[in-house]
Structure formats: C-alpha cells, structure tokens
C-alpha cells in the first residue's frame, strides 16, 4: 500500500479544455499511488459553453473515447458523423475538394479507426460532464469568481469573490482566451488580440422540399467568407450555419461591446445574407434566414510566443496559446491535456509526488518542452484561415477557388499524420 499522499490540483475552468484535463489526470495518474485530488472551479452558475457546432476529428475521437467520454457522447445518441468536409463554390455549386476522414477502406483513420463527428459545444460538454460523474476523486464547484491568485514554494491559493478560499499543490488554468490564471498571475501583459474575423452561426431546421448538396458537412467558399453548413445530430432535421468572415472592430474593443454586437442576430442575418448571396444553392439563403439563436461571435487570439508556466502553475489550451479555428483546435486542447497528465504522472512517479524535493517545474518543463513546436506549427496554420476568408473580388475569388484543392492535396498526408496519432502511447521524452 502506498504512503503518498493524494496530490492536490485545482483546475481552473469548467469548460471542456478544464474537465478534459481532469478526466486525463486521473486516466494516467500511476496506479500505484492514489488518484489526485482535482478541483475545479467555473465562474458561471452551472456548466455551459458558448459557441456553436465543432467537428471532432479522428484525434480528437480517439481521446474520448480513452476518456470515457466518448461512450458518454454515443450512448445519448449525440453529433452527426462526419466522414468528410466537401468543399464547394457557392456560385456555381460545384465540388472542388473534400478534406476526408474516411481512411483507406472506408472505416476511418488509425488504430482503432475513426471518422469525425459534427456535434454542438453543448452537446459535447453534456458528455464530458458525464464522464465526470463517475469518478469520485473530481469535484466540480460551479459560482467561483477568482479574484486573487497567490502562489508560495509549497502551494497555490486561490481567492474568491464570496470570501472563500482554495489552496492546492498546483494550479490549471483551463479558462479560456480571457483567463484569468494568466492575466492575474501567469503573464497580464499577453492580453488577446482581435483576430479581425468573426464567427456567425446559428441553427436552421431542414424542411421537407430542402435537399442538401453535401453528404455530412459542406464548405461553401464566397467572395465575403467562408460559410459552413453541417448537419449537427444523428435525426438530421436541423442544420447548422457557420460563417467565418472579416468583421471591422468598430471601436468594439471591450468584452461588453462584442457581447451586445453579437446578440444583434438581425443586423448578423442580413450581413450575412449580402456576404452569401448570388449562392447556386438556393437552400443556402433559406438556411441562413431561418437560423435560429444567431450570434456573432469575435475570434480572439493570443501571440505566439508567451509564458505558460510559474513554479506551480500551468496553462492549458486556450489560455496559454488561442489561435483562429483551423481545423483541429479542439483536437489540440485534449492533446495538451493528455500529453501533460502523461508528464506530471511521470514526475509523481519519480518523485513521490515531489516528496523527494524533485519540483514540480521539471514536468511544466519537459512539458513545454514535449509541445511547443507543434503548437507553434498549428499557430502557423492558423494563420491561412485568416487569410482565407478575408473578402476578395471576383479574380481574387477564382484564384482561391484553384488553390484551395491543390493545398488540401498538398497537406493532406500532414494532416492525415495527426489524425492517426495517438497521443496516450507516444513518446514524452521525460
């Protein structure tokens, strides 16, 4: 039986980078010591998330499902299957790529093989949460405004604003592009940074004559944006209407600004009913005049260079690297959240869970050292997808509509690379 005490974490954050993390920490804390005690705290009254409809990919599945969230997701019967993302000109409505997850023998990509999954945030939150229930060492207190983080050589204390108070031997930060772990503690001067793109969505219901030109997922490249539109649930009786396009801040520099922007869903609607227009589809301008719960939401982003660790506190996902959506950002956070638990149960073996003097640093170290070139290879890619949907004319538009096929060719077999990956079985170097 083994004499060392349980380590003690708190997680800040209970959004899906936060209880993913906490669902990793105790998958692969060693077995032979007892499980950590995790904490999490959320700011809002009770779990939830903003945003609209994400594609897990193969990756990203293959996580879950070591989780055990993804039995979760199956067993409610959420998400849509994604075997591909078809790309399309709007104007003409012709296919000119797909990016496939179909694998080889059509059954999907690595080992076990997997697809992707269309799904909404809340729906993917739901399972997660479930997952979560069922192991007693996670506790989840929701209603937590921080409001001072003070870190010593032994412990971190948390502060709250009812006057309550928490003190763990590490601290998470899973909260987010505005955490607070960092702005507080970690690095307040890396603020984010207003992409100059936003996200509009929302959700149309599918009316009988409406017969959608995609299988699972559809891409439909316009002069004014990209807009995405997606069946979300395995009924396919609703679709979801996405749109990445570049939006002026306006002077809209505050939180509260975007905020009342964003619940403006008529001023959205007809903006994008002009950036979509002339569409061959004639589904398409239906769809986006009868979403339902449209919002414009701001993609905030941080430099790629930053600060993610003191001596006892670590930055996860999108707190410590926010980037614009390129494909597989949610893939990413449930890898870091992975590859870190990997690295401090490895230091808890090692140390006794620092008992030996051994400080916890080294494992943010080897972390850090474990991740940040292929973080900064995806910040990378970030950057083409804010590229692409910047408005351009009609030649502008003929020229995207050649290269956009010829790049997805090109990179294909890099991202059927991470695809295949599987994270939990990979080298840490620690």
Not at 51 to 65: C, E, I, Q, W, Y
Not at 325 to 339: K, N, Y
Request: glycine share 10%; aromatic share 8%.
């Amino acid at each position: 039986m083994s004499t060392t005490k349980s380590l003690r974490i708190t997680i800040l954050g209970g959004g899906i980078a936060g209880l993913t993390t906490a669902l990793s920490l105790t998958k692969f804390a060693p077995p032979d010591s007892p499980p950590p005690f995790i904490t999490i705290y959320e700011i809002r009254p009770q779990p939830a998330t903003i945003g609209g409809a994400v594609n897990l990919t193969p990756n990203a599945l293959r996580l879950l499902s070591h989780l055990g969230a993804l039995q979760e997701i199956c067993s409610s019967n959420y998400g849509a299957e994604c075997p591909a993302v078809e790309v399309f000109d709007i104007y003409s409505g012709t296919k000119i790529a797909e990016s496939s997850f179909r694998g080889p023998d059509g059954k999907g990509l690595g080992t076990p093989p997997f697809t992707a999954l269309r799904i909404t945030r809340g729906e993917a939150l739901q399972g997660v949460l479930a997952a979560i229930a069922k192991h007693p060492n996670i506790t989840l207190t929701c209603g937590k405004k921080t409001t001072n983080i003070h870190e010593t050589e032994t412990d971190v204390t948390l502060t709250f604003a009812d006057g309550t108070s928490s003190t763990s031997d590490i601290l998470i930060g899973c909260d987010g592009i505005h955490s607070v772990t960092r702005l507080t503690h970690v690095e307040p001067s890396r603020t984010a940074t207003y992409s100059g793109i936003c996200n509009a969505f929302g959700f149309a219901p599918l009316r009988p004559h409406q017969k959608p030109h995609f299988e699972a997922s559809g891409m439909n490249f316009a002069r004014g944006g990209m807009l995405l539109t997606s069946y979300h649930s395995s009924s396919k009786d609703s679709i979801y209407v996405g749109a990445l396009m570049q939006v002026p801040d306006d002077g809209l520099q505050s939180r509260d600004g975007w905020k009342a922007r964003g619940a403006d869903a008529e001023k959205t609607r007809q903006d994008m009913l002009q950036r979509y227009a002339g569409a061959k589809e004639p589904a398409i301008e239906e769809w986006i005049k009868d979403a339902q719960d449209l919002y414009l939401w701001p993609v905030f982003t941080l430099s790629k260079q930053g600060k993610w660790a003191t001596e006892r506190v670590m930055l996860i996902g999108d707190s410590a690297h926010a980037m614009p959506p390129q494909g597989e950002s949610t893939g990413i956070v449930f890898e870091d959240g992975v590859l870190f638990s990997r690295v401090l149960a490895r230091w808890m073996e090692k140390s006794g869970n620092g008992s030996d003097g051994t400080p916890v640093n080294e494992a943010f170290d080897a972390y850090e050292t474990l991740r940040r070139a292929r973080i900064e290879t995806a910040w990378d890619e970030s950057q083409s997808v804010v590229k692409t949907v910047q408005e351009v004319g009609w030649l502008g538009h003929r020229l995207k509509m050649n290269i956009v096929p010829w790049y997805l060719w090109w990179t294909r077999g890099y991202r059927e690379k991470h695809f295949v990956e599987d994270v939990t079985t990979c080298e840490i170097g620690y």
